[in-house]
């Protein structure tokens, strides 16, 4: 199915949303709409419908391969509707979809092999600095490099900001200390890493795209940006498709800017 055809059919399935279960009898692979529009992978979706198919029915209903689906699994699929199926957003997960097959942004499977190499090309004395030691060590020393100072300083000139440095939080599958981290209500709403590492920086970069892809499903609500020298050819595209935004040391300044767009 291309966009094309992908937006005309989320258009009559919102249309016909009020007899949900009726247009997804009618047109199976609707049920691709629907897991777009929710945002998720096959074996989220899976997962959310309480495994009603397979993974493979799921596929054939996506590809119209089937004329119908069971009334069990159409209840299912109907009761998970959003109230509203809006085509931009299910294109642009189409398009993320996509990119995830072509290795252009970070899976679950792919983040974690990353970070295997990662693990496995850094010095341990580097991979501290990632960790509950490095923080530790970091947040009692009271250090702060030079671009981390830079982003204090423009922090501290932003009305009505409150952020906490080199926090610690936990996610899925590792415990990570966080350069800045901006809170709304008491709760993470900003986290900004910030390195000024010259070396490795291909694997750098993918680590740090893992480390981002945890924090989006830890807190689903929060952006996350990175200041960084520079970023290196192989690492841009991943780097550019997990970050809400990416500056470097000569734009550091516009980062008040982006926080007071985003009204923190």
């Given at each position: 199915?291309?966009?094309?055809?992908?937006?005309?059919?989320?258009?009559?399935f919102e249309k016909n949303r009020h007899m949900a279960e009726k247009f997804l009898q009618q047109n199976p692979k609707s049920i691709l709409v629907l897991r777009l529009a929710l945002g998720m992978s096959q074996k989220e979706f899976l997962k959310k419908i309480n495994n009603e198919i397979s993974q493979v029915a799921l596929i054939r209903h996506e590809k119209g391969r089937s004329t119908r689906m069971n009334s069990k699994l159409v209840k299912e699929l109907s009761s998970?509707?959003?109230?509203?199926?809006?085509?931009?957003?299910?294109?642009?997960?189409?398009?993320?979809?996509?990119?995830?097959?072509?290795?252009?942004?970070?899976?679950?499977?792919?983040?974690?092999?990353?970070?295997?190499?990662?693990?496995?090309?850094?010095?341990?004395?580097?991979?501290?600095?990632?960790?509950?030691?490095?923080?530790?060590?970091?947040?009692?020393?009271?250090?702060?490099?030079?671009?981390?100072?830079?982003?204090?300083?423009?922090?501290?000139?932003?009305?009505?900001?409150?952020?906490?440095?080199?926090?610690?939080?936990?996610?899925?599958?590792?415990?990570?200390?966080?350069?800045?981290?901006?809170?709304?209500?008491?709760?993470?709403?900003?986290?900004?890493?910030?390195?000024?590492?010259?070396?490795?920086?291909?694997?750098?970069?993918?680590?740090?795209?893992?480390?981002?892809?945890?924090?989006?499903?830890?807190?689903?609500?929060?952006?996350?940006?990175?200041?960084?020298?520079?970023?290196?050819?192989?690492?841009?595209?991943?780097?550019?498709?997990?970050?809400?935004?990416?500056?470097?040391?000569?734009?550091?300044?516009?980062?008040?800017?982006?926080?007071?767009?985003?009204?923190?």
């Open positions: 199915m291309d966009q094309s055809e992908l937006k005309e059919l989320t258009l009559r998970h509707v959003p109230e509203h199926l809006d085509s931009r957003i299910v294109i642009r997960n189409y398009k993320k979809f996509n990119d995830m097959k072509n290795g252009l942004h970070m899976t679950s499977e792919r983040a974690k092999q990353l970070h295997a190499v990662w693990k496995q090309k850094t010095k341990r004395t580097q991979w501290q600095e990632w960790g509950r030691k490095g923080a530790m060590i970091t947040n009692s020393q009271d250090r702060l490099t030079e671009q981390e100072k830079q982003v204090k300083s423009i922090l501290d000139q932003v009305a009505n900001i409150s952020y906490k440095i080199h926090y610690q939080t936990k996610t899925k599958f590792i415990s990570m200390n966080i350069d800045f981290v901006l809170f709304e209500k008491g709760k993470p709403k900003f986290f900004i890493e910030v390195t000024e590492r010259k070396h490795d920086l291909s694997i750098l970069c993918q680590a740090y795209a893992y480390r981002c892809r945890l924090l989006k499903e830890r807190y689903p609500n929060a952006k996350v940006g990175i200041i960084i020298k520079e970023v290196p050819f192989s690492a841009k595209k991943i780097i550019e498709n997990e970050f809400d935004f990416i500056l470097n040391s000569n734009s550091i300044q516009n980062l008040s800017k982006f926080l007071q767009f985003r009204s923190l």
